[in-house]
């Protein structure tokens, strides 16, 4: 791909995002384009519709997430900067994230064909492993562990901890650490 349309693909990405932080009611394609410094035709060629931009601008978000975590080290510390990246990025996508998520569950998308949730779970599952291991569990436990990180690290809830209960990131990585690893021991206590 063409450096510049790389270029523009990222900036119409990075548009997506602010107009719906700015101002949801008024996002498309148009406003997007404009947010970006582009012409509306461009956002055109790179998208056929508004559903593959928003596409698009999520799976950005799970690719965001691989690129944070694919160089880390295995050990303990994998499982805190995994959930550390998941939550900045939330934080810093705000209510785009939130506006695009998917209306299926977990297990209906994991059964089909979602390339969103294949990146994601390409950034977890290496983090999830480690903790699995940590905490004394195997590998049958992953699927679960994949699930529960899905319901837990949920961007809504992410940012109802910042925005209205006040909370700093690091309260939030803290808890949604803590939250995951009680869910995975409960979760496998009951399917022993």
Do not use: C
């Amino acid at each position: 791909m063409r450096r510049d349309v790389k270029r523009n693909l990222r900036a119409l990405l990075d548009a997506t995002g602010e107009v719906v932080r700015q101002d949801p009611h008024s996002f498309s394609m148009q406003a997007v384009a404009a947010r970006a410094g582009l012409a509306p035709s461009t956002a055109w060629r790179h998208f056929s519709s508004i559903e593959d931009l928003i596409h698009a601008y999520a799976k950005q978000q799970a690719e965001d997430l691989v690129t944070a975590t694919s160089d880390l080290p295995d050990g303990a510390d994998r499982f805190h900067e995994t959930v550390t990246a998941w939550v900045e990025i939330v934080l810093r996508s705000g209510p785009a994230l939130v506006q695009f998520r998917s209306k299926r569950g977990y297990i209906e998308r994991s059964r089909g064909d979602d390339d969103i949730l294949e990146k994601a779970r390409e950034a977890w599952t290496p983090a999830l492993r480690t903790l699995l291991l940590e905490m004394g569990l195997g590998e049958a436990e992953l699927e679960s562990a994949l699930f529960l990180s899905n319901t837990i690290s949920d961007p809504r809830e992410i940012l109802d901890l910042h925005l209205h209960a006040n909370m700093t990131t690091e309260e939030i990585i803290a808890r949604l650490e803590a939250t995951l690893r009680g869910a995975i021991a409960g979760w496998a206590s009951v399917s022993s």
